[in-house]
């Protein structure tokens, strides 16, 4: 099948595909995913929904659905969606790591670690699972298992400046102040914001 030129064409696809088969989830939720992008949230949102009707273990569906809510600060909606998720598929990595994520938020540790661990060992290269991983372990004051995580997602993605930020704040903590110089040099070097009262603080103990 020839590529679409634009979305607009693409969207008129999916919407002849809908004509002649109204039934096919994967179309609603490919229908929904390009509404997604032009930000005309409510009318993805009924697509996802017709997507479910249609193949209810379209685990896809239920994190897009997720996603609606969280754009409309709707935290708890995000939670639900992403839990339906993971009932409909349990080795859907991406669900996992959006529930840790939403407990981070929530300032939930511990939770968020048994659903990051989980994302993780489904998908050994999610990054963004890894850097939460770090993050959590950090709120818990275990800054070894936060420097360990934080390494192995820059094994995967090297050029993750926010990755370095983290490292050199796990690294002031345990009182290392020539590694969190270094990491928070690498950081800023990458283009990210180090915040003026950290290097206040990271300056006393430059050498």
């Known amino acids: 099948m020839t590529q679409a030129k634009n979305v607009e064409e693409y969207i008129k696809w999916q919407r002849e595909g809908l004509a002649k088969n109204p039934e096919c989830g994967v179309t609603h939720y490919n229908l929904g995913v390009a509404l997604m992008g032009q930000k005309k949230y409510k009318e993805a949102e ?22 609606i809510c969280l754009h409309r600060d709707d935290i708890d ?23 840790g994520f939403i407990h981070l938020q929530k300032g939930e540790p511990d939770e968020a670690i048994k659903m990051l661990e989980k994302a993780v060992a489904y998908n050994s290269k999610f990054v963004q699972a890894l850097t939460g991983l770090a993050n959590a372990y950090f709120m818990k004051a275990d800054f070894d298992k936060s420097i360990e995580y934080n390494l192995k997602a820059l094994e995967i993605q090297p ?22 110089i270094e990491y928070s040099d690498k950081a800023k070097s990458m283009g990210y914001e180090i915040p003026e009262g950290f290097i206040k603080e990271l300056e006393q103990h430059r050498k």
């Open 46 to 67: 009924e697509e996802f929904h017709e997507a479910i009707d249609c193949s209810p273990t379209l685990a896809e569906a239920y994190v897009q659905l997720g996603a």
């Open 159 to 180: 050029d993750f400046p926010i990755t370095y930020h983290n490292l050199s704040l796990a690294y002031y903590e345990k009182g290392n102040y020539d590694k969190a």
């Open 77 to 99: 909606g995000c939670l639900n969606f992403n839990e339906r998720a993971i009932n409909a598929r349990a080795d859907f990595s991406i669900a996992y790591g959006n529930i």
